[in-house]
């Protein structure tokens, strides 16, 4: 890989990269600049929210984003990884299980008693981090 990986919390000049790389990410939806910013500054700003930057040397190449929130169901609180994503050239070099424990790190100081997540395309992924098949996914789009 050449240097070294780091992850870190994500901050206002992440706000392209990011955009870039959830625009190709994204299947559901086309990722629109303007609600993107506004979502990114929002993310940002929440303390239920989280934000991982992959970096090899100072280059963005990947992101997580994460919630938490209370639960009754849980007895306190839970966490959801919704999105996650790493450039092409990286992926199966163990970048996203960096940026996964880094979220299972923030989630455990927040005392998340599970983490919740929805995938199409990467189940083997989260199987070999030991997460295991949960609940059917359903959405409803608005």
Same mark, same amino acid.
């Given at each position: 890989?050449?240097? %070294?990986?780091?992850?870190?919390?994500?901050?206002?000049?992440?706000?392209?990269? @990011?955009? !870039?790389?959830?625009?190709? *990410?994204?299947?559901?939806?086309?990722?629109?600049?303007?609600?993107?910013?506004?979502?990114?500054?929002?993310?940002? &700003? /929440?303390?239920?929210?989280?934000?991982?930057?992959? %970096? &090899? =040397? /100072?280059?963005?190449? =990947?992101?997580?984003?994460?919630?938490?929130?209370?639960?009754?169901?849980?007895?306190?609180?839970?966490?959801?990884? %919704?999105?996650?994503? @790493?450039?092409?050239?990286?992926r !199966?070099?163990?970048?996203? =299980? *960096?940026?996964? &424990?880094?979220?299972?790190?923030?989630?455990?100081?927040?005392?998340?008693?599970?983490?919740?997540?929805?995938?199409? !395309?990467?189940?083997?992924?989260?199987?070999?981090?030991?997460? %295991?098949?949960?609940?059917?996914f359903?959405?409803?789009?608005?």
């Amino acid at each position: 890989m050449g240097n %070294e990986i780091t992850i870190r919390e994500a901050t206002q000049t992440d706000c392209d990269n @990011v955009f !870039r790389m959830s625009k190709s *990410m994204a299947t559901s939806f086309e990722v629109e600049k303007p609600a993107f910013g506004n979502s990114f500054m929002e993310i940002l &700003n /929440n303390s239920a929210s989280i934000c991982l930057i992959a %970096e &090899n =040397g /100072n280059t963005p190449i =990947g992101y997580l984003l994460g919630f938490d929130h209370p639960a009754f169901y849980a007895n306190g609180r839970v966490s959801w990884m %919704e999105e996650i994503y @790493v450039s092409d050239d990286f992926r !199966r070099k163990g970048i996203g =299980g *960096m940026l996964t &424990n880094e979220f299972e790190k923030w989630c455990t100081e927040r005392k998340s008693k599970l983490i919740g997540l929805a995938t199409r !395309r990467a189940s083997d992924f989260y199987k070999s981090l030991d997460y %295991e098949e949960s609940a059917t996914f359903f959405r409803k789009l608005l």
